[in-house]
């Protein structure tokens, strides 16, 4: 079976950090695109950040140059370290997978985590 789990999420004061991990597993042999999107309450989900499988990053305007997205591919992970946090950067962090291919040369499209809990408050 074909999971990602997402880790790393907690409280932190305005300005604090905070790295995401999103953790592929289940015989995984490659991933493409991997992506992380949030969604605050009431809002909608919103892609953060993007990296494909050959190292190009996408940040939505309102991250960029407080957030890093990278990869271990090596450990099918993916990472989202964030910097210099915003009470508005509170929300639920999701990543998604484009696509997975596992060792047996399935292919799983669109997996998504379950999501880890991010508050910025004073």
């Known amino acids: 079976q074909v999971q990602l789990a997402e880790s790393g999420g907690g409280s932190v004061q305005p300005g604090g950090s905070l790295r995401l991990s999103c953790a592929a597993s289940?015989?995984?042999?490659?991933?493409?695109?991997m992506r992380w999107y949030r969604q605050a309450p009431g809002k909608q989900r919103e892609l953060v950040a993007h990296?494909?499988?050959?190292?190009?990053?996408y940040y939505v305007d309102s991250v960029k140059g407080r957030f890093t997205i990278s990869r271990d591919n090596a450990k099918n992970t993916v990472y989202l370290q964030m910097n210099s946090l915003k009470p508005e950067d509170t929300a639920v962090y999701y990543c998604?997978?484009?696509?997975?291919?596992?060792?047996?040369?399935?292919?799983?499209?669109?997996?998504w985590g379950q999501g880890t809990l991010v508050t910025v408050s004073s």
């Open positions: 998604k997978a484009d696509e997975l291919r596992d060792i047996g040369g399935r292919r799983y499209f669109d997996v």
């Open positions: 289940g015989s995984i042999i490659s991933q493409n695109v």
């Open positions: 990296i494909t499988s050959g190292g190009s990053m």
